[in-house]
């Protein structure tokens, strides 16, 4: 595995390859890196002959009071990870060479980003739209893979490329979870061992919602209902916020009657962690 950190030479890279004719997949994240990125490694080399991982922890996507600075940064670890996993390319650039001088444009992606996270998080979908549209023209990719547990993210996504009409396929991964339900995160890191305990306790909550639903209810008020009591039998999470949408607009649903994500984030001490199921129709 080769590691660039210009676009100059990322853009070699990628051209040499495609002019012999191969299939690339690129995996876009911040490190920290774990089994669940390694999935989307794993993914993308079913896809395609070559496979490109960024490693950017950008910082148009965080907001104030966000965690920008104490995101978890280790890039010797990652690259031996990514190198066991049998990436080919590791594009780690510093954020003058993601965001050059006179840099000037913002990506908005109306609709699915405006709500749930988009609404709390004002501009956080705008900063992965922005980094998600310069990496795919950078890298040109035939695919790119991202996570379903950054659903509203993978929904933002693929309505970038549905509308821009670029030319890659968007690929999304199930999440992978701790033999305890708890969602993989590089977030999970900052959990202290009770804390760690107590955390599964979210996919459980997420699990009753579903199976509520399951044995006939329809009214999303009376599914998330069953999703707050859940939670509140946990007093260490403090339930910080749940949507029940639309799996493909975004837009909240009173009625269960097509595919629905129950969405939801947590405060656990000083972290915020966040899972999703994809249920109904």
């Known amino acids: 595995m080769k590691t660039v950190s210009t676009a100059a030479d990322l853009r070699n890279a990628v051209s040499a390859w495609r002019e012999k004719g191969q299939r690339i997949a690129l995996v876009p994240t911040m490190g920290a890196l774990h089994a669940g990125h390694l999935a989307l490694v794993d993914q ?83 900063g992965v739209a922005t980094v998600v549209a310069r990496l795919l023209g950078l890298v040109l990719p035939d695919v790119a893979v991202f996570g379903q547990k950054d659903a509203q993210q993978c929904a933002v996504v693929m309505r970038l490329a549905a509308d821009l009409g670029l030319p890659v396929e968007i690929r999304v991964v199930p999440t992978v979870r701790e033999s305890d339900g708890l969602a993989l995160s590089s977030r999970n890191a900052y959990l202290t061992p009770e804390e760690r305990k107590a955390a599964p306790a979210l996919f459980r909550a997420l699990l009753a919602a579903q199976l509520v639903h399951e044995l006939g209810e329809r009214k999303a008020a009376k599914v998330l209902k069953v999703f707050r009591l859940a939670i509140e039998t946990e007093p260490r999470l403090v339930l910080d916020a749940v949507d029940l949408v639309d799996a493909v607009t975004m837009r909240p649903v009173e009625t269960i009657d097509r595919p629905v994500l129950l969405a939801a984030a947590v405060k656990l001490g000083r972290t915020r962690l966040i899972d999703n199921l994809v249920f109904g129709g």
């Open 44 to 126: 993308a080399r079913r896809a395609a002959g070559k496979v490109v991982v960024s490693l950017f922890v950008n910082p148009k996507q965080f907001g104030p009071g966000e965690d920008f600075e104490r995101y978890p940064r280790d890039l010797e670890a990652d690259a031996e990870k990514l190198r066991e996993a049998g990436a080919d390319l590791l594009f780690a650039p510093p954020v003058a060479e993601m965001y050059p001088p006179g840099f000037a444009t913002t990506v908005h992606v109306a609709g699915v980003s405006e709500g749930m996270e988009g609404a709390r998080r004002p501009g956080h979908f705008d």
